[in-house]
């Protein structure tokens, strides 16, 4: 028994010993770019969070345990801004959903120019959100741009709006230029999962007597309610990021009537260099996307163990 | 029988609106820049508006001609084809970084049974979840105690965070599509793991190692939150601030805003239209495992 002479399942253990190790090496740049650029970050922006650390205190940060957190979320214009990140988020989303299902649907059937329109689909997608908010911006621009020009030319409106002087209605179009963008992703993954629903459970439906309407709520939602759920989440993650929109049509005015939460955390961080409270409002949005996240990722999980996909 | 050949019809009917609704939704945006941005200054200050582009290449002009004069940037405008320039190098290495350590990774995860091999995967995704803003105040800590600030490598590296983990995880669904025999008939052939890696499936992942490469690049090319809080020199401004900036002159120019924001927008355009087959099949191979 030397060395020399290797049992074949010594020699296969060697062999897997080599590949664990080939194995780790290959995913160790990936792992490290991971742990030092994206782990330790998040960890290093709680610390931060923990300190009053402000751009004159270079380097030199004072432990204020979670007095950030506190500032934060009793300042006056955490509650609005969260009421309003809130109701954002879920117009976006509801838009997102609504446009992508009946384009989803539209598209779902054949007829000729199919692919020419899907192709299509995917420019607005490629945009930044910059790009965004320049386009709207002209869009909805109150003296010479073309939606006042052409809805008071079809009679629509007396006088032009001005779409950006209330809060409201600016984070409506902002809502608007969102969902423009989102819809496209939404409507291609949406159709990727029509086409997975089997023919056989429409048929069954038309023969029971269902009619369009019901074979819609009844065998093709529940079927692609995931997918659904995962478009949601995606529209969830892009509206909580709605910062660069802002920054550009609004700076969160007029007041702080479009203040949302990114919107907050930047103005904190880098306006007031203020990075200590800056970090602890980023957090907190971490925290409640990661638990959005986590939930929606149970509820696919929970039922698809119950046995409809598996 | 009628009712059928009625409901066909109605079925018809709405599905021509829907689509033409579909289009015009898509597409309207895109026609209104385009037609101020091909139009004169005095004819975007009409009311109402022209309907038709008036073909004035003035605006393109005006931007194009920062290339030709050395002055320093004196508007908005001359910061354009620069943060072009800028974001083309920046994008480029973060779409090449991408490639490299995504297809490693990714073989890795999908071939390799390692400690933490069948755990790492869906933390690769979850991290997709994490919004960038929880990294730029850190990042922004960093960079300014090395002093990374006034380039755009650290911007570079900024990017790598939020792009390697989802690069992984695209490649491992490729190389998971490539039946593993191909490796051991690799193997018994005499090659060497890298080999077999390098020479033999990476070819076979041509699909993947594009949709990694342009789907880097794009995020890298739109991204403006670190791009604005990470390079504190104009003359290094990448295209998402130097745009930006247009805003706040626009009443001078709609047409330069609007010609701005289309050759901003146009090389992620020409990307994923060329492109559109690899991205979505790219992309939904990550979204519809989650």
């Given at each position: ?43 290093y922006s709680f610390w931060v969070s923990l300190h009053d650390q402000t751009l004159g205190s270079r380097g030199r940060a004072e432990w204020v345990g979670l007095d950030n957190y506190r500032s934060v979320l009793t300042d006056p214009i955490f509650m609005p801004s969260l009421g309003r990140t809130v109701l ?84 409506t179009v902002m809502a608007v230029a969102f969902v423009w963008s989102l819809v496209p992703f939404a409507t291609l993954l949406i159709l990727g999962a029509l086409q997975t629903v089997p023919e056989d459970l429409h048929k069954a439906a038309r023969i029971d007597g269902a009619g369009p309407v019901r074979r ?95 | ?290």
């Open positions: 028994m030397t060395a020399a002479v290797r049992s074949p399942r010594a020699a296969r253990g060697a062999a897997r010993r080599g590949d664990a190790r080939f194995g780790m090496g290959m995913a160790a740049p990936a792992l490290l770019v991971t742990v030092a650029l994206l782990a330790y970050p998040l960890v954002f988020a879920a117009a976006v989303i509801a838009g997102t959903l609504l446009l992508g299902t009946v384009f989803a649907l539209a598209l779902n059937q054949e007829f000729r120019g199919r692919s020419v329109v899907r192709g299509v689909l995917i420019l607005p997608w490629s945009l930044s959100q910059i790009t965004l908010a320049l386009t709207f911006g002209w869009i909805f621009n109150s003296t010479f741009g073309p939606l006042n020009g052409a809805l008071k030319q079809a009679g629509v409106i007396d006088d032009y709006v001005a779409w950006f002087a209330s809060g409201q209605v600016a984070l819609f709520f009844f065998v093709t939602l529940p079927w692609i309610r995931d997918t659904v759920l995962v478009v949601a989440v995606l529209a969830l993650i892009n509206a909580f990021l709605a910062f660069a929109l802002i920054y550009v049509l609004t700076g969160g005015g007029p007041g702080t009537e479009t203040t949302l939460l990114s919107w907050w955390g930047y103005t904190t961080a880098f306006r007031d260099l203020d990075l200590g409270r800056g970090a602890a409002i980023f957090y907190l949005m971490t925290l409640a996307m990661v638990v959005l996240a986590a939930l929606t990722a149970l509820c696919i999980r929970g039922r698809s163990r119950k046995g409809r996909h598996e | 029988m009628t009712g059928r050949t009625r409901g066909r019809l109605v079925s018809r009917a709405l599905r021509v609106i829907v689509v033409t609704a579909l289009l015009l939704w898509v597409l309207l945006p895109f026609y209104f820049l385009l037609l101020v941005a091909l139009t004169s200054k005095a004819d975007s200050l009409a009311t109402p508006p022209r309907w038709i582009p008036a073909m004035d290449f003035g605006s393109f002009e005006k931007i194009f001609d920062s290339l030709f004069s050395s002055a320093p940037a004196s508007s908005p405008s001359d910061l354009i084809i620069p943060g072009i320039q800028n974001s083309a190098v920046v994008a480029f290495f973060v779409a090449l970084l991408n490639i490299v350590i995504g297809s490693m990774g990714g073989y890795a995860f999908a071939r390799f049974r390692f400690p933490g091999s069948r755990v790492v995967p869906g933390l690769l995704l979850g991290t997709q979840l994490v919004p960038v803003f929880a990294l730029v105040v850190p990042f922004y800590v960093i960079l300014r105690s090395v002093n990374l600030t006034d380039s755009n490598a650290g911007i570079v590296i900024a990017h790598l965070s939020f792009t390697v983990p989802f690069s992984v995880w695209m490649m491992r669904s490729f190389f998971k599509g490539i039946p593993i025999e191909v490796d051991r008939a690799a193997m018994i052939d005499g090659c060497t793991r890298w080999q077999v890696f390098y020479r033999v499936v990476l070819p076979l992942a041509r699909p993947g190692l594009i949709s990694v490469g342009l789907f880097s690049f794009m995020v890298s090319w739109n991204d403006f939150l670190f791009a604005l809080v990470l390079n504190s020199r104009t003359d290094a401004m990448l295209i998402q601030p130097a745009i930006s900036g247009l805003y706040n002159v626009r009443e001078q120019s709609f047409g330069i805003m609007a010609a701005g924001t289309l050759l901003a927008a146009l090389p992620t355009m020409l990307l994923a239209l060329i492109s559109q087959r690899f991205l979505v099949r790219g992309l939904t191979s990550g979204v519809g495992k989650v």
